[in-house]
């Protein structure tokens, strides 16, 4: 039972070893990367590039859909402020009758 937990922690310890080596190496291969750097609009182009790759993996959503949400967005937002306007008021009577101001 003993070899077998020591034979578990040995493997846990040489896979992190070997993750911490793959890591290095990677490390070093990207600093050359840094060391060349591109030209200041190359890099601009290729942001752009990589943007409109990015642009059409996007699932858009169709106009019902957009519509639909627009007005769950609005009936959420007319309806928390009627709360929040119902409670500041109920508070603000509360005061006054508590401090004896009301008429």
Known sequence: MANKEKNAEQNAVEK???KAAAKKDSGKSGSKKNAEKKNIFVRIKDWF???RKEFKKVVWP???KVFNNTLVVLCVVIIGSVLVGLIDTGL???MQYLMGLSN
Request: aromatic share 0%.
């Open 16 to 18: 992190k070893a070997a």
């Open 92 to 94: 603000l009577r509360l």
């Open 49 to 51: 590039k990589d943007l």
């Open 62 to 64: 169709d106009r019902k």
